[in-house]
């Protein structure tokens, strides 16, 4: 997936001089990170920050140890801004999504070296305060790094076998780079406005499994992540079956960050799977852009790995990072 786009969220997207540093300051993590440069991330982490995954809490040297792990898994490590979706600041919070490469070449989870090409993506969500980090959410695309090793089975197909949609080659959603993020908005947008059209959305299909109630839609809606087609009508019937699949499922979003037509949402997802009786519990974190108060086009990261496991589609005792 190429990461070219014709503009970023720093050329004249923010509306003040604090969140344009705020958006410097993440870049400047991701920077250290893919310098292997500790002292780096030091001066952007508070001494007291805490990192929150589906691995727990950690600490600021917790942070440090994750980064150098996978670093030694994939020493070519690269975490690069999803430039098509931005950094977007609201208040004290910052929201990215990172496309990650690398090169298998250390032991990954019990995993021996393959020297295969990995990528995946992370989403963020950052509390900042007095210039540091004091708080993040992660949500990490392991299963793409495991599919890519040969070291699971290829369980996106099974998933979409359910959701009624055409197999993606390999076992790994088709993900598409979408929009470049230059292109000029036919009008403002506040962000009361996006966080209104989003909190429709979720209120509307994803709760209520009806394929009628997708009109905050657009028709020509473009899903980026690749585990339905484009379209709305598509859109609406995958989230119909999925809902059918886990009828009493429920997306309690944590957090909302808005910044002009984009919006990024971070959601915990909870639930019992239909005829099993297994419990569903996996985070997502999703980005939207707006137009004519509609969702244009959607980009996201999935904790994939804990959602096959609900639907009995990977193994329990799956070791991941």
Do not use: C
Request: overall charge negative.
């Amino acid at each position: 997936m190429s990461m070219a786009s014709s503009g970023t969220s720093l050329d004249g997207f923010h509306s003040s001089p604090t969140a344009q540093r705020s958006d410097e300051l993440v870049r400047s993590l991701f920077d250290a990170v893919n310098s292997d440069d500790p002292a780096g991330i030091d001066a952007v982490l508070a001494r007291s920050v805490l990192s929150y995954d589906v691995h727990g809490t950690r600490s600021r040297t917790g942070i440090k140890n994750h980064y150098a792990g996978l670093r030694r898994s994939f020493p070519d490590l690269r975490h690069e801004v999803h430039e098509n979706i931005g950094v977007l600041v609201e208040g004290d919070l910052v929201a990215l999504r990172t496309v990650i490469t690398g090169t298998h070449k250390g032991d990954y989870a019990g995993n021996a070296p393959t020297g295969r090409q990995v990528q995946t993506s992370a989403s963020h969500v950052f509390r900042l305060r007095d210039d540091k980090v004091v708080e993040h959410w992660q949500v990490l695309d392991t299963y793409r790094i495991l599919v890519a090793i040969d070291a699971i089975p290829k369980a996106a197909n099974d998933f979409q076998k359910i959701l009624g949609v055409e197999a993606s080659p390999g076992g790994l959603f088709a993900e598409k780079p979408g929009t470049a993020f230059g292109r000029a908005v036919r009008r403002p947008v506040a962000r009361e406005e996006s966080r209104a059209v989003v909190r429709r959305l979720y209120d509307g299909v994803i709760t209520t499994g009806n394929p009628e109630d997708v009109e905050v839609v657009a028709e020509q809606y473009l899903q980026n992540s690749g585990w339905t087609p484009d379209g709305r009508d598509a859109f609406a019937s995958a989230l119909a079956i999925s809902r059918g699949a886990l009828p009493d499922g429920r997306a309690e979003q944590t957090h909302m960050i808005a910044e002009n037509n984009r919006l990024a949402s971070r959601s915990v997802w909870d639930g019992t799977v239909a005829g099993s009786g297994r419990a569903a519990d996996f985070t997502t974190l999703d980005f939207f852009r707006i137009e004519d108060g509609l969702i244009v086009e959607h980009w996201e990261s999935v904790d994939w790995v804990r959602a096959y496991q609900a639907f009995g589609l990977l193994p329990d005792n799956l070791r991941d990072l």
